[in-house]
Structures are given as C-alpha cells and as structure tokens.
C-alpha cells in the first residue's frame, strides 16, 4: 500500500474491536483537523495544526517544517537553516522520504506538494519506526497539510490579485475621474475660447468682451482704460457714478498688477492688465464681492485681458500709422505737391480735400507738449465736428479744416481740452486747392504770431482780419520798412541798446492802450508815475510829440513794424 513506507513494528496481539474502534477514532481526528485545516487559515495556522495534530494520532512529531521560497529551501518558523538537513531535502528532488537523524531514531521528510511545484518539507520524528497504520496517518497529514498549503496560497493569491484589482480599479475611478475634471475643464476653456472669438469676429469691442465675460463666469465684469475710466460694463450693479481713483493710487495699482504674471484680487475685484509690449492700455475686472471667483473665472478674465489687448493694440497700431499718414500728407501740402497725388492720398485717409479749406497754426504755453496739443486738437475738432488733417511744426501744431471755421469756437473748445486759455490760433486765408495750402499755412504763422504779441495774445484770428499788419510782412518790401522804423525809433532803440531799457516797448504798449495811463501802466506791471518819467524820456530822447495825430500815427506803426521785424522768421 506504502511504496515507501519503512519496516515497522510488528502487530500486537489486541483484539480486533478495539483496534477498529482505534482506527476509527484517528481517522475521525485526521477528518476534523483536515475540515480545520480549510477553513481558512493562512499557512502559519496551518502548519500549526499539524504540529499539534500528528501527536495525537500516533507517537510522531513534527520536527521542522522548511518551505520552498524563491527556489530556496527556508525554515518555516525562521531562524538559521540547517545546511546537512537543507542538502538531505534537496537530494529529495521533490519526493518523501528519509533523512539524517541526530541520534539512533527515525526521521521522514513528507514532500508537500508535487515535484513540479514542491511547497515543502513536513519532517517529522519518532524515538521509533512507526507501524504501518500510523505512516498511513503520517503520509495522510502531510497530504491534508499539502493541499491546505496550496488552498491558503491560492486564496492569498486571489486576495491580493482581488486587491491588486481593487486598487487598480481604485485608479482607474480616481482617473476617470482627473479625466472628467480634465474634459469638463477644456470643456470651458473651449466656451471661453469660442464665445470670445465670436466678439473678436463681430468686433463689438469693450462692450462686446464685457458682456461675454459677464456671461461666462455669471459675475459683474468692467473694462476701464488705463486711468480707471469705465469703458465698458456688463451685469447687474453697475456703480452711479463709476468711482475713479486718483491718480498717484492708479499708478501704484497699475505697478503692483505689473510685477505678477497673473490676474490680483484687490478688495471685491480680481484685475487682470491688457499690456501688450510691456504697456498698459487698459484694464479687465471681475466685480466678486464673495470671493467665489476660481480657476474658470480666473481663465475667462485672463482670456478676456488677451483678446482686449489684441483690440487696443490693433486699434492704436492703426490710428498711429493713421495719424502718421495725415501728418506726413499736411507737412508735403505746405511744402507743396502736385494736386492729383495729394487728392489720391486725401481720399484714402477719407479727408475731402476739395473744396474750401484753411489752414490752422494753434501755438499754446510751453506748459503743455506739442503731443498734447495735437491730441487736444484732434479732440476739439471732434466735438465742433471739423473734418480736418493734423500734423506738428516747429512747435506748433497744424490743422487743415474743411468748411467754414468758427475761429472763436475752436479756440474756445481747445482751451477747455487743455485746461487753459494760454494759447494762441492763428487761421489763414482760404485753399482754393492744395497748390494753396503752403500760402494759407505762411498766413497762418503770420497771424499766430501776431496775436501772441498783440494786447490780447490768447484767442484766434484770421490773416484777413490783420490790417496793417498784412502790409509790414518782412518778406517784400523789408528794406523799407526797416528804414522807416529807423527814421521813428532809430534813436530809442540805440538807447535802449546801450542803457538795456525798454523804452520802445513801453511806447508800443502805450500806443497799443490808446493813450490810457491806467490800461498801459496795468499791461506793464508799473506804477504811473514810472509811466510818466518814461514817456518823459521817450519825448525826449526821439523829439517827436506824442499828442500830434500824425506823430502818433507814424510812431504806432513804426512800433507795430519792429514788432513784426523782431520776430523770427
């Protein structure tokens, strides 16, 4: 029955019934601790429930137990292996039997398992050979052992495949659902793209970038200029009057947005900055009073700040090369050009240059830029609703207007751009064509300058409303009128040069005053009784009378034509 079964000892002489009654009993015991054996139990259970079982089915123990791990034989409860046991096992080659004993006793190893896939060794011992019913009871445990050892590590493989499986699917959820975030996240940016896009397409402009930002993240949206004017609103709110911070607070503002590369939550706002090459040209903010503004919102208003720099960018590109265009066509019209180019050119900056035009020269306090100036200008032309072409000369600024010009009213309206009535318009005569324009420019200077030096230097006036002083221009004629200055003032302007007076001027302001002492000492900024010791002088020094009407006459226009022949060409 036991190929390999030893020499045992022989049989007692007991009656058979209670050696059936014993066989039974060990066979039952052998089938309880075979059940306990698979209910469960990881191999450490295992392996000691047949070292505590065998005993009681025979007079053997189990010695060691050794496990195969990674081709290696281990003993099962740790410690040092025992290299003539280890080698006796190995010398086995996956099969049950004997092995080396420490003293006169006998010694088994049980292969638990097959060859093909040994788990083990179960060595046990006895003082003795056991019979041939207890080897039967022997061979038996190993083999509940050995299967119970392949059940426990099939389970504890399907358990941590089931929990390999259970984190894998744990992952792939958390994916799923990173993926979802993702998808739901570019999602939006897609929206946000789109519906952007769209106002770009239809160029609604400020108005157009507020409201789809309104409607992307459901929260209040503004667009202001870069000196914290509204341009454009969208949502529910709007502030009555808009509130504007001064000055010096914007541009510490403007500073702390510039040095991050990210929209900033001031107060109940998040602002992000339309700056492209490093300048600002406006702002966007999200009005979040409850702080609710994320990641979306956050990509909507940088989105939003990308598409309104593009839109200024583009729209100041184009009125610089515009306004470039206009002052390069003014400045070739006054140094003069041929009528069909200048007409061509006209037509593609949408100016009508036929027709009645005049040429204007505005020359301001040195208090204000030329670039001010022309920018006030540009403005005032618009509201009296002027078609004109602007450029700047010579520290002047230059319109060419179409149509009749109220001089009174520009002036006026370019005074309040400015903040100050410190200025001066001179208008020339009328442009037939553009072979007039460098004529009506040259009566414009005319008639700037002369108002500038005139008893009331701000205002506007026209060279036809310059009278005499049309006929002392220091072009033809020159000669004489230098004679004749010298022949009137020759004398006065020699005292005034050796003594460093001003004597002539104080006669011109007198003349210009018609005669009143009030009016001429107020314009000099002196005292009458000054007045009267320099008109002393005057009478004394030229010889002429100033209460004669001729002498008069002669010496007023003798001032006016040195004040004309003073003045730089």
């Known amino acids: 029955m036991f190929p390999d079964k030893p020499d045992v000892r022989a049989g007692d002489s007991e009656r058979p019934d209670d050696w059936w009654r014993e066989q039974l009993s060990n066979l039952y015991g052998l089938f309880v601790v075979s059940m306990m054996m698979f209910d469960g139990r990881d191999p450490d259970d295992i392996l000691r429930l047949a070292a505590t079982s065998l005993p009681s089915l025979c007079e053997c123990t189990v010695d060691t137990v050794y496990l195969r791990v990674d081709r290696a034989l281990i003993p099962a409860r740790g410690g040092t292996p025992d290299p003539a046991l280890v080698e006796a096992l190995e010398s086995l080659d996956g099969q049950s039997g004997p092995v080396p004993t420490k003293d006169s006793g006998w010694r088994w190893a049980m292969a638990l398992g097959s060859p093909a896939e040994l788990l083990g060794y179960l060595v046990v011992c006895s003082a003795a050979a056991p019979s041939t019913d207890e080897f039967f009871l022997v061979k038996a445990l190993a083999q509940q052992t050995s299967g119970a050892l392949a059940s426990a590590r099939l389970h504890q493989r399907e358990r941590e495949q089931s929990a390999a499986l259970q984190t894998l699917n744990s992952e792939l959820q958390s994916l ?15 929206r946000v793209h789109e519906r952007l896009s769209e106002v770009t397409a239809s160029g609604a402009g400020e108005a157009g970038i507020a409201l789809a930002l309104h ?6 949206a503004a667009v202001e200029d870069r000196f914290g004017n509204l341009l454009a609103w969208a949502g529910p709110h709007q502030p009555d009057p808009y509130p504007k ?5 914007r541009e510490e503002l403007l500073r702390q947005a510039a040095a991050v590369p990210h929209p900033i939550r001031v107060q109940s706002r998040v602002i992000s900055l339309a700056k492209p090459r490093q300048e600002v040209l406006g702002v966007v903010a999200l009005v979040d009073p409850r702080h609710t503004a994320g990641g979306h919102e956050v990509f909507a208003l ?8 593009l839109e200024l960018s583009h729209r100041r590109s184009l009125a610089e090369a515009e306004l470039r265009l206009r002052r390069d066509l003014v400045d070739d019209l006054i140094a003069g050009t041929d009528e069909p ?5 006209a037509d593609a900056l949408g100016h009508d240059l036929r027709g009645t035009h005049h040429v204007v020269v505005a020359k301001w306090s040195r208090t204000h830029t030329d670039d001010a100036v022309a920018a006030a200008s540009t403005a005032a032309a618009d509201v009296l609703q002027l078609s004109s072409l602007i450029s700047r000369r010579a520290g002047s600024v230059v319109l060419l207007v179409h149509g009749p010009l109220d001089g009174a009213a520009l002036h006026r309206t370019l005074a309040e751009k400015l903040g100050g009535t410190a200025g001066a318009i001179g208008i020339g005569g009328r442009c037939r064509g553009p072979t007039d324009v460098p004529r009506s420019y040259a009566e414009a ?13 701000d205002g506007a006036t026209f060279y036809d409303q310059l009278g005499l002083y049309r006929i002392l221009d220091i072009g033809t004629g020159s000669g004489e009128v230098e004679a004749f200055v010298q022949e009137w003032l020759g004398e006065l302007l020699t005292y005034d040069q050796r003594k460093s007076t001003d004597l002539v001027h104080t006669l011109s302001q ?4 018609g005669g009143n002492y009030d009016e001429t000492a107020a314009a000099l900024l002196i005292h009458r009784s000054t007045l009267r010791y320099r008109l002393g002088r005057i009478r004394k020094i030229c010889g002429h009378d100033l209460n004669d009407v001729d002498d008069r006459l002669n010496l007023h226009v003798a001032t006016r034509a040195w004040q004309v022949l003073q003045r730089p060409e």
Not at 176 to 190: D, H, K, P
Not at 245 to 249: D, I, L, Q, S, T
Not at 302 to 309: K, S
């Open 176 to 190: 799923n659902g990173r993926l979802a975030t993702s998808v739901a996240r570019l999602e939006a940016q897609t």
């Open 341 to 345: 180019s200048a007409y061509a050119r």
């Open 245 to 249: 911070a001064v000055p010096h607070r």
């Open 302 to 309: 940088e989105y939003a700040t990308t598409v309104l720099a």
């Open 445 to 457: 200077v005319r008639a700037a300058d002369v108002r500038r030096d005139s008893r009331s230097p």
């Open 215 to 220: 409607e992307l993240t459901e929260l209040s």
């Open 510 to 513: 007198y003349l210009e005053c």
